[in-house]
């Protein structure tokens, strides 16, 4: 009755305070919401079936699906086409909150708590979840105003992994099974392929939970079981994991953002270390080595600076797993087994006043700001008043966006424009698939720093100006910048319409800018230093005022275009992945494209393939003549990525039909 009760009174609130709000008035422009938002539609529209492609609306173009989990995008679009789009994005979205407290339970019922327990558990984790304003991936905050969705789509799936790994370690360790049976082999080997296939974070924080569980028990079976978990989850997963290796390091860096403002209340530490306190006086099942084996370990990765070591990925991320195992400690001072009535009335009279102070900490107000945000998640219908429709045509080139930051939704303009005008744009959300996403935030730093400076430059500085205004020229035309669409009129830019963008403010100004194409023959020879010094290479050439092209080569021919030749564009399809040129020249000239650099692109010139060069910061070059066509397409390591994920398949057909052999009496 007690874990009925408490499980009515934890969906009340979701489904009354939460899920039932999001699902009437969600616009879907949150922070990050905007972006998978459009992932989805790029993937419905443009993708489907594949789960990867080339996605030409931000930074050049970029591997869509390729260096972000492709899942949650992917489960999105299928059930798109039953429902629609925006439905189908809100019932993943729902569907992912929903499945969170029944997850927790499920694990705690593994770590060896009674279902009392574990149904405090779940309420009690609900605490963090539903309180701390954590933009983690696991928190309601982190879900519904931050837009983390793939995160929070694969905790659930990462608690039941924990839990049934668990549940079958104890059983090794008891004796009561030599080996874990094919079935939940099958079980865990699918949950795991999820969550690779979701959030690189969640498969991190379930290969660790994999690794001590297996060091842990340590037998013939356990190691059996390890192996053959580990190869068919990596077959499984090899058309996503070894592009993702072989391509990393043509991505930018995310980097690492570590604010431990918001990590926990005072009240929530002293409860983490009151609950650990009395673990450590009751020693039973419920807590041993291995339990605050995992909790140290994710401790220490909240603190790691995972940009030293390459890796593209947040630390906080990590906080979400520190506190749901964290949480289940203030338990201890609910049903303890202690032996001294002294004892446990105190540590009961504490928990009531740290867990009371926690939730005043979450109602109430506080002078610092960041405890504020620690309240109870409540819904609300706070959706960004951008028109629905907004008449802007399709724009030759790329398009730059200025508007003044909207706390709310700093990332919504530029999706809603890619989906709804079909217009390609500089900034999206997933900077970490291209290496010219920190080129692109370079460039508009500078834009803004000279058309937004205040007042005139003095005399003495009008060559700095000069340097500056002559930079951003050669960047706004190496990134295909024709047009501009800005909240400010900005004199002596040619205007080219008024634009309604938002009701709340006056009409934006589109003005254009060049009229630059997206191939071009060069004129002169470009510059071309080799792999070891390209980095920084780049890095000066993209501060300098010098248009002409840097490229990564050891040697590059020596012809040129001549002003006679010409190029003309027969068709664009970048969307598809093909580009079709026409050069008429005497000899192979340089063409410099402005899509961005992939090893997947492939250039044929009147049908012969012919190398690709890289051009700074991430754009191709190649030489040629004739009927000239790029194409976006499968190369060596996909198709063996490929291939082990169908041999991947075989071998889960085969371990499927020995389980129906085995019933059948086979």
């Known amino acids: ?239 996503f994991l070894l592009p993702l290796a072989f391509y990393g390091k043509l991505t930018d860096n995310a980097g690492t953002i570590l604010s431990m403002g918001f990590f926990l209340t005072i009240p929530s530490f002293f409860l983490i270390l009151l609950g650990g306190a009395a673990s450590i006086i009751d020693r039973e099942s419920r807590f041993n080595q291995t339990f605050f084996t995992f909790m140290a370990i994710f401790a220490i990765m909240v603190f790691m600076d995972f940009g030293q070591i390459g890796f593209p990925m947040h630390a906080y991320r990590f906080i979400i797993f520190f506190l749901l195992l964290a949480w289940m400690l203030p338990v201890k001072l609910i049903f303890n087994r202690l032996e001294n009535r002294a004892l446990k009335t105190v540590f009961f009279a504490c928990f009531i006043v740290l867990l009371g102070w926690q939730m005043a900490v979450m109602i109430g107000n506080n002078p610092r700001a960041e405890i504020n945000n620690n309240r109870l998640f409540i819904y609300e219908n706070r959706s960004v008043p951008y028109y629905s429709k907004i008449d802007l045509g399709k724009l030759d080139g790329r398009l730059m966006v200025l508007e003044s930051q909207d706390p709310l939704a700093p990332r919504a303009l530029e999706h809603l424009l890619a989906h709804s005008t079909g217009n390609y744009l500089l900034k999206g959300l997933f900077a970490e698939s291209s290496a010219n996403a920190g080129y692109v935030n370079s460039l508009y730093a500078k834009l803004f720093n000279v058309l937004y400076s205040p007042g005139e430059a003095p005399k003495n500085q009008a060559a700095a100006l000069w340097l500056r205004l002559s930079n951003l020229n050669k960047l706004l035309t190496l990134f295909q910048v024709n047009y501009l669409l800005s909240e400010a009129p900005i004199k002596k830019l040619s205007l080219v319409k008024r634009v309604p963008i938002r009701s709340d403010r006056a009409d934006f100004y589109l003005f254009k800018l060049a009229e630059t194409k997206i191939a071009e023959p060069l004129l002169y020879q470009p510059y071309y230093t080799d792999r070891n010094n390209w980095k920084p290479a780049v890095a000066r050439w993209f501060e300098s005022p010098d248009p002409k092209i840097l490229v990564q080569a050891a040697d590059l021919p020596l012809t040129v275009a001549a002003p006679k030749d010409t190029l003309k564009i027969v068709a664009d399809k970048q969307a598809s992945g093909k580009l079709k040129l026409l050069v008429r020249a005497n000899k192979n000239i340089p063409i410099f494209i402005r899509i961005a650099y992939s090893p997947r692109w492939h250039a044929y010139v009147d049908g012969k393939p012919v190398k690709i060069y890289q051009a700074a910061p991430s754009f191709m070059l190649i030489y040629g003549r004739g009927d000239i066509v790029l194409e976006y397409k499968s190369a060596w390591v996909d198709w063996t990525g490929k291939a082990l994920t169908f041999l991947g398949l075989f071998w889960l057909g085969l371990e499927m039909l020995w389980v129906e052999q085995k019933k059948n009496g086979g």
């Open 1 to 239: 009755m007690f874990v009925l009760i408490t499980f009515c009174l934890i969906y009340l609130y979701l489904f009354t305070a939460v899920i039932l709000p999001y699902w009437r008035f969600d616009q879907f422009q949150f922070w990050d919401a905007a972006g998978h938002y459009f992932a989805a539609w790029f993937q419905r529209n443009h993708l489907f079936p594949n789960f990867s492609g080339w996605n030409p609306f931000f930074f050049g173009g970029y591997p869509q699906g390729t260096f972000y989990g492709p899942l949650y995008h992917y489960a999105i679009a299928l059930l798109s086409f039953p429902l629609g789009l925006p439905l189908a994005f809100k019932f993943v979205t729902a569907a992912s909150v929903a499945a969170l407290p029944p997850a927790i339970y499920y694990l705690a019922r593994k770590l060896k708590f009674e279902p009392a327990e574990s149904a405090a558990i779940a309420a009690l984790a609900m605490v963090p979840v539903a309180g701390l304003a954590l933009a983690n991936g696991g928190t309601l905050f982190s879900q519904f105003t931050v837009g983390l969705g793939a995160h929070a789509m694969a905790l659930p799936l990462f608690l039941f992994y924990f839990g049934k790994l668990k549940e079958q370690s104890d059983y090794l360790n008891e004796g009561k099974l030599k080996q874990i049976s094919v079935t939940n082999l099958l079980l865990l080997t699918l949950i795991a392929w999820a969550i690779v296939l979701s959030h690189f974070v969640v498969a991190l924080a379930a290969a660790i939970v994999a690794l001590v569980l297996t060091l842990n028990t340590f037998n013939r079976g356990m190691l059996s079981f390890a192996a053959r978990h580990l190869l068919l989850v990596f077959f499984l997963s090899s058309f």
